[in-house]
C-alpha cells in the first residue's frame, strides 16, 4: 500500500538557521507533490506543489526539491522565523484529472523555531 | 481564490445521535470537494471526494455519508454516531491537479 514518511519527532532550531523536513514514499508514483503548513486547531494551508519533472522550486524563503528516483521530497525554510513553527505537511497526488486528484498526506513534522 | 466556509466550529454530540457538517465554497465553480479527518496525532483520511453535484465517491467503509446537493455545497452526514467518530473533520476544494487544496478551519467533534 502507499506510504508517506515524515519525522515524526518534532525538529527544533534556532532563529535564522535553515529548517530541514524530509518526505520519504513508497509505493507510489505521484505526478505532483505538495507541502502544507497546519498550525493547532486550524485547516492546512497550502504552500508550494512541485511537478515529477520539477527536480526544484523556491517561493520567498521555502525551497522544495523533489527526486522521483530516491521517493524524497526535502522542504527547506531560510532564515527560519519563530513564526514558521508549525506542522509541515507533504502530500501526493496521482494528478489525474478523472480521479478526484485525491491527496494523500503524510502525518507531518512539527517545526518549532526558537530565540 | 476560493474560499472555504465550514461550520460549526466544535461540536459535543451524544452516542447515536445524527450528524450534519455543511461546507460550501465560495470563488470558484465546478470544484472537486473533499472530507478529510484528522484523529489526534494522526495524519488526514480521506473520506470522500466528490467531482460534480451528486457524484460521491467513499474512500473507507464506515458510519458516514456524504452528499453534494448543489456545486459549490458538500454535506457529512450520519444516522448514529460512534464514539470512534470524534475528530476534526476538515472540507476541502481543488481545481486540478495543477492546484493546491483550499482547506476550511475545519469542525472539532467529540462524541461523548
Known amino acids: 500500500s502507499q506510504k508517506i514518511e515524515q519525522n515524526s519527532e518534532a525538529l527544533n532550531i534556532q532563529e535564522g538557521k535553515t529548517a530541514t523536513l524530509t518526505c520519504n514514499y513508497t509505493?507510489?508514483?505521484?505526478?505532483?507533490l505538495q507541502w502544507y503548513r497546519q498550525d493547532p486547531g486550524r485547516g492546512p494551508v497550502f504552500l508550494l506543489l512541485?511537478?515529477?519533472?520539477?527536480k526544484e522550486k523556491r517561493k520567498e524563503r521555502l525551497k522544495v526539491t523533489f527526486d522521483t528516483t530516491l521517493k524524497q521530497s526535502l522542504f527547506h525554510i531560510t532564515a527560519s522565523q519563530p513564526a514558521d513553527s508549525a506542522t509541515y505537511l507533504c502530500?501526493?497526488?496521482?494528478?489525474?484529472?478523472?480521479?478526484?486528484?485525491?491527496?494523500?498526506f503524510g502525518t507531518g513534522t512539527q517545526l518549532k523555531v526558537e530565540l | 481564490s476560493q474560499t472555504i466556509h465550514q461550520w460549526p466550529a466544535t461540536l459535543v454530540q451524544p452516542v447515536g445521535s445524527p450528524l450534519s457538517l455543511e461546507c460550501t465554497v465560495e470563488?470558484?465553480?465546478?470544484?472537486?470537494l473533499y472530507w478529510y479527518r484528522q484523529a489526534a496525532g494522526r495524519g488526514l483520511q480521506l473520506l470522500f471526494y466528490?467531482?460534480?453535484?451528486?457524484?460521491i465517491s467513499s474512500e473507507v467503509p464506515q458510519n458516514l455519508s456524504a452528499s453534494r446537493p448543489q456545486d459549490r455545497q458538500f454535506i457529512l452526514s450520519s444516522k448514529k454516531l460512534l464514539l470512534s467518530d470524534s475528530g476534526f473533520y476538515l472540507c476541502?476544494?481543488?481545481?486540478?491537479?495543477?492546484?493546491?487544496?483550499?482547506f476550511g478551519s475545519g469542525t472539532r467533534l467529540t462524541v461523548v
Open positions: 502530500a501526493l497526488s496521482p494528478g489525474r484529472t478523472g480521479g478526484g486528484n485525491k491527496l494523500t
Open positions: 509505493n507510489y508514483s505521484p505526478a505532483y
Open positions: 512541485i511537478r515529477e519533472n520539477e
Open positions: 470563488g470558484t465553480s465546478n470544484p472537486n
Open positions: 466528490s467531482v460534480g453535484i451528486g457524484q
Open positions: 476541502a476544494c481543488n481545481k486540478g491537479g495543477n492546484y493546491g487544496y483550499t
